[in-house]
Each structure stands twice: as C-alpha cells, then as structure tokens.
T-cell receptor, first 113, second 111 residues
C-alpha cells in the first residue's frame, strides 16, 4: 500500500518552541513538496525537492522555516521559533519528476498557542 | 502572488445536476493543469488533469476544459452525486517544476 506518511498527525505547541514535521515519500518518487493549507490562501507551496536537492523554497519564511531531505526516505520541515500564525495544516506530497501528479499525505495539523 | 485563482469559495448543487467549478491562472508558462479533491481530515487526492496541448479531457463523470487564451479552466461533474461533496483544488505547473494551487472551492451536492 504505497502512500505518503506524515508524522505527527497533530501537534500542539507553545509559541517559541521548535516544531519538526516529518514525511516519508512513496518509495521511488524523486520529487517531494511541502504545502501549507490556510483558509485564505488555500494550498501554499513552501518548498520542493527533486532527487533530495531543494529546487524552490521561496514560499518559506527563511528566518524561521527550514526544509531538508536527509535521505530519500525522509523529508523534514522545521519551524524555529514557532508563532501562532504558523497554525495550519502542513501537507507533504511526492511524485515522479516529469509527471506532475502528486500524492499527498494526510497532513500535520499544527496549533501554536 | 496568487498565480492560480478560484474565485468561488463555495458551490451548492442538487444531486443529478451539473457542477461547474472554475479556475483562472495568470502565468502563461503553465502547461499542465490538475484538479484535486479533498475530504475533511484527509490529504488532497488527484482527480483529473489536462495538458496545455488539449482543450478537453474527460474521465467518466468528470471533464476538464481548458481555454488558454482566457487562461481559464473548468471542471464539470455530471451528474453530481452527494459523494462528490468535498473541497476541489485547481493546480497548475510548468512540467518538471513545481505545482501551484488555488484556494479551493467547497462543493456541496444536496440529495
């Protein structure tokens, strides 16, 4: 059952704390996306990787957000320090380069209080 | 900078009728367009796509139309069913690059 796995599913944290969200892409996929869902903006692209190399992270607030792919089976999105305005659902998606259909995980619902 | 826009946040239709969801884009470099469907507490799932070399793609009850000159695409669902009630996201990309989404349209199909 190939699917994108995100952990944790829910995270409540206090303002100023570090938050790390993890994503296991579908085995063999070489493109990984991070999106944030908000009411106003819909699905905002934060960053994406191809073959583990970051291709575009212009959607991320650089001072507090960072995205990495330590290996082909793990992508991470880190927020440090977190702020209440970061509260949202964060989705990871993976796909093949050249084929733009992406498969999404179930998301991490982040609440910063 | 919203390159993909879905100007209708919600749409309500009667079961059996046609649902038409609209999407506009501003980047003329986009050459691949997709529709995703999202249920609560789940990630979006791919529904249908269209390449810029076509103006129509059909898959069962779902048809996507592309008007490149107007930078507009639409998703038609015929006939609409209660199970189609979900949030629909339009997405656009330049092939081999990233994918930009609209804000979504919540479709409600009433029995």
């Amino acid at each position: 059952d190939a699917r994108v796995t995100q952990t944790p599913r829910h995270k409540v944290t206090e303002m100023g704390q570090e938050v790390t969200m993890r994503c296991q892409p579908i085995l063999g996929h070489n493109t990984v996306f991070w999106y944030r869902q908000t009411m106003m903006q819909g699905l905002e692209l934060l960053a994406y990787f191809r073959n583990r190399a970051p291709l575009d992270d212009s959607g991320m607030p650089k001072d507090r957000f960072s995205a990495e792919m330590p290996d082909a089976t793990l992508a991470t999105l880190k927020i440090q320090p977190s702020e209440p305005r970061d509260s949202a659902v964060y989705f990871c998606a993976s796909g093949f380069g050249g084929s733009t259909e992406a498969f999404f995980g179930q998301g991490t619902r982040l609440t910063v209080v | 900078d919203q390159q993909v826009k879905q100007n209708s946040p919600s749409l309500s239709v009667q079961e059996g009728r046609i649902s038409i969801l609209n999407c506009d884009y501003t980047n003329s470099m986009f050459d691949y367009f997709l529709w995703y469907k999202k249920y609560p507490a789940e990630g979006p799932t791919f529904l249908i796509s269209i390449s810029s070399i076509k103006d129509k793609n059909e898959d069962g009850r779902f048809t996507v139309f592309l008007n490149k000159s107007a930078k507009h695409l639409s998703l038609h669902i015929v006939p609409s069913q209660p199970g189609d009630s979900a949030v629909y996201f339009c997405a656009a990309s330049v092939v081999y690059e990233d994918m930009r989404f609209g804000a979504g349209t919540r479709l409600t199909v009433k029995p």
